[in-house]
Antibody, heavy 111, light 107 residues
Framework: QLLQSGGGVVQPGGSLRLSCTAS????????MNWFRQAPGGGLEWVST????????KYGDSVKGRFTTYRDNSERTAYLQMNSLSLDDTAVYYC??????WGQGTLVTVSS | DIQMTQSPSAVSASVGDRVTITCRAG??????LLWFQQKPGKVPQRLIF???SLRDGVPSRFSASGSATEFNLTISSLQPEDFATYYC?????????FGQGTKVEVK
């Protein structure tokens, strides 16, 4: 399973780092994805990082503000979120590929 | 970016009904199209890969078809556990893009 942590409430302009740790299986060869879902809204792809981190992609809405990285020795992927805005309020999911998902973590940007 | 236009946004149906959901891509995406089911408070579950291949364990009442720019997901005989929201996702080109979702509701 994938265990997520790091969500919470942050003020506009603030930063937050999400973690996603694989438990019980290795992920070093697998691409990991981040998705998000605003309250009552649809799904949005946020970022993808390849197994060896040589390919990293971002959605247009987060490019330049969010950074994805991973530590395969720790079986953990991270999503560093900077310059957060109200529009970033969402449940954030990590996933190995598109089949194994974390439980989701709520990020609320509010003043 | 490739826009995915999903329709309808919602459908009211009864158990036993046949339901079809459509996704149209703004440009050719070959068969790089996935379908997900999401129930309230749950993480999305992939139903279909490669536009028409059923994931192991997904009931055979689900089927999908299409290529290039037009894709369909069909539930042949709706069951109580199928009331959920369905999303298509194109993964042909970054940024990946989802359809807006189709909520299948009880009539």
């Amino acid at each position: 399973q994938l265990l997520q942590s790091g969500g919470g409430v942050v003020q506009p302009g603030g930063s937050l780092r999400l973690s996603c740790t694989a438990s019980g299986f290795g992920v070093s060869a697998a691409a990991m994805n981040w998705f998000r879902q605003a309250p009552g809204g649809g799904l949005e792809w946020v970022s993808t990082i390849s197994g060896n981190s040589d390919i990293i992609k971002y959605g247009d809405s987060v490019k330049g503000r969010f950074t994805t990285y991973r530590d395969n020795s720790e079986r953990t992927a991270y999503l560093q979120m900077n310059s957060l805005s109200l529009d970033d309020t969402a449940v954030y999911y990590c996933a190995v590929g598109v089949d194994v998902w974390g439980q989701g973590t709520l990020v609320t940007v509010s003043s | 970016d490739i826009q995915m236009t999903q329709s309808p946004s919602a459908v009211s149906a009864s158990v036993g009904d046949r339901v079809t959901i459509t996704c149209r891509a703004g440009q050719v995406i070959s068969d790089y199209l996935l379908w997900f089911q999401q129930k309230p408070g749950k993480v999305p579950q992939r139903l279909i890969f490669r536009s028409s291949s059923l994931r192991d364990g997904v009931p055979s009442r689900f089927s999908a078809s299409g290529s290039a720019t037009e894709f369909n997901l069909t539930i042949s005989s709706l069951q109580p556990e199928d009331f959920a929201t369905y999303y298509c996702l194109q993964h042909s080109t970054y940024p990946w893009t989802f359809g807006q979702g189709t909520k299948v509701e009880v009539k």
